[in-house]
């Protein structure tokens, strides 16, 4: 009788067991490949339509599903404001944690960050990071129209009193934060208008003449506004990366321009350089994996490879396990931190 009543005990661990391996293998299932299948999943970009973020955004939606199991359904949602913030802001807050929800990450969250900005509802090192998928310098140009078509000739304008007029979406964009750290590394006087929604804003003023130019995202100047270029409608004054653009060989670095004691603050402004997407905290690591795997496999495709070309854009993969990593690193450095204060402050 005792045996019996052990021989049934045993048998019910053993069934309760395989209940628990079935139900948790199940709920790895839904947690990571099957999950996707029949899924929508938003890429929520942080700008108005027809600007290089959301070119971006777009060229992920047309070539990331394919590389996901189960081929979700992607849509961009554009969600512009304060450069970017309200975008960052509601991923970390308030989209869905299941993988479901990626987002743009613009660069000057890094210089809110570093501001300490209060309207900042997140850590910056705490999203999920997908992957970068470029790598940015920017390039300063004016319309050709100017009296502003060199670092001399602005130089020159100053003492008169004169000084170009930049467009920028906000304070701590690159847009702005790229000119005001030209002023502080080469001596020059310049005026910047933030405010702006998006680029399409920006560019558009700058067609109406309100503008004299701007600081503009290489890839994004040349998959919006080449046209530009081949028309001579704008001078560029330079580029900010350490080497120069094959595309315009003759537009020097802001390195080859600044002198040499202010050089070490430009390793500052490279580290904000990328083109990021992220989600938000929390997404069950099985799914981050998946998603990180497809984010890599997408940049080995031929297909991805040629609309990048198409778009201007300069591809290089950065993992996001690898960019959480610098994010961490990066809003940890009192020196850059500091230098983001001082020229924004």
Do not use: C
Not at 8 to 30: D, E, K, P, W
């Amino acid at each position: 009788m005792a045996s019996q009543k052990f021989r049934n005990a045993v048998y019910s661990t053993i069934a309760l067991a395989l209940t628990v391996i079935f139900s948790l293998r199940h709920a790895g299932a839904q947690s990571g490949e099957s999950f996707f299948k029949g899924q929508t999943i938003t890429i929520i970009a942080g700008s108005s339509a027809g600007g290089g973020t959301d070119s971006l955004a777009r060229l992920l939606s047309r070539h990331f599903s394919k590389f996901i199991p189960g081929s979700p359904r992607i849509v961009v949602s554009n969600m512009a404001g304060a450069a970017g913030l309200i975008a960052a802001n509601h991923l970390y807050n308030r989209a869905p944690k299941d993988g479901t929800a990626i987002g743009t990450m613009a660069t000057g969250l890094t210089f809110r960050t570093a501001l300490r900005d209060p309207a900042l509802k997140f850590q910056l090192e705490k999203f999920t990071y997908l992957g970068q998928i470029a790598s940015e310098g920017n390039f300063v140009y004016v319309r050709s129209e100017t009296p502003f078509t060199s670092i001399e000739a602005i130089k020159k304008a100053n003492k008169e009193g004169k000084k170009p007029k930049f467009g920028a979406q906000a304070k701590e964009h690159n847009s702005n934060v790229v000119p005001m750290a030209m002023e502080a590394l080469l001596g020059i006087d310049v005026e910047v208008v933030y405010g702006y929604p998006g680029t399409a804003e920006i560019l558009l003023d700058i067609e109406r003449g309100a503008l004299d130019g701007r600081a503009h995202a290489r890839g994004s100047l040349f998959s919006t506004r080449s046209n530009w270029l081949e028309k001579n409608f704008i001078k560029v004054l330079v580029v900010t990366s350490p080497q120069r653009d094959s595309r315009l060989p003759n537009v020097p670095t802001l390195e080859e321009l600044a002198p040499k004691d202010r050089k070490p603050l430009l390793e500052a402004m490279y580290s904000v350089q990328g083109r990021t997407f992220a989600m938000p905290p929390d997404v069950p690591p099985e799914r981050v994996k998946i998603l990180r795997d497809a984010f890599a496999a997408m940049f080995k495709d031929k297909d991805f490879q040629q609309d990048v070309d198409k778009l201007g854009w300069n591809d290089e993969l950065i993992r996001g396990d690898e960019l959480n990593k610098k994010v961490d690193e990066l809003v940890h450095n009192e020196s850059a931190m500091g230098f983001f204060r001082k020229i924004l402050q």
